[in-house]
């Protein structure tokens, strides 16, 4: 059985850090690209980073750009989110998800195919 289990999330106020993970279980991660999404109250979920099967292609949405990093630890299954300089429009609920096709870092929700449950990041002023 596949999971995917986020932790890191919490409440932060503007300008503060948050290292985000993602620890897999069920699946050999280095299969898969790897990538974050957000969902904040009342909007879509989209992505906010991902990161290739090897760890050396990325793609971070134009908000997060110079601010967030996504890295991977194969060997130990887990996915990670550093997030810094941090916006109350970073608040959201964070999720982690897997895709199996790793020809490319995809962008769209039903390109992936696992998920985790979310954490959520509340950014305050």
């Known amino acids: 059985q596949v999971q995917l289990v986020e932790s890191g999330g919490g409440l932060v106020q503007a300008g503060g850090s948050l290292r985000l993970s993602c620890v897999a279980s069920?699946?050999?991660?280095?299969?898969?690209?790897m990538a974050w999404f957000r969902q904040a109250p009342g909007k879509e979920r989209d992505i906010v980073a991902g990161i290739s099967w090897h760890g050396t292609t990325f793609f971070y949405a134009t908000s997060v750009k110079g601010r967030f990093t996504v890295s991977r630890d194969n060997g130990k299954k887990t996915v990670y989110l550093e997030m810094n300089d941090l916006r109350p429009e970073d608040t959201g609920v964070y999720y982690c998800a897997g895709s199996r096709a790793v020809w490319k870092v995809a962008r769209r929700q039903d390109e992936y195919d696992y998920w985790g449950q979310g954490t959520q990041v509340t950014v305050s002023l």
């Open positions: 069920g699946l050999t991660l280095s299969n898969y690209t």
